[in-house]
């Protein structure tokens, strides 16, 4: 949830998350409201539309979002410590085609 928001082009509302991360509303609706509530996302008011709210992510779920960017990565580096680097590539090109091939809907 945190990657999506952060990678939106302009704050989400609720249901544009829940477009993103392929959950349904409420279950958005629950996400968010754990994430507001640890301080992670705060809710902005739509200038244009007040009738939407914006998801905005804090310094803290920067910062959260950062860590598990890190821990992810060493895991990837771990699993592939002990490939060899044909092994290495083999696994890049066919991880590449996947995501090429993974439906956009």
Known sequence: MLDALEGAERPPSVSE???A???DQPRASRLVQAAVEAGHVRREADPSDA???AL???ASGRKLLESA???RR???ETALAAF???ETAEFARL???FIADWPRD
């Open 51 to 53: 009738r939407r709210s």
């Open 95 to 97: 991880l590449s085609r």
């Open 69 to 71: 960017r890190d821990t």
């Open 84 to 86: 060899t680097p044909e």
């Open 21 to 23: 991360i392929g959950v």
């Open 74 to 76: 060493g895991a990837v």
């Open 56 to 58: 905005v992510l804090t």
């Open 17 to 19: 998350l829940a477009d």
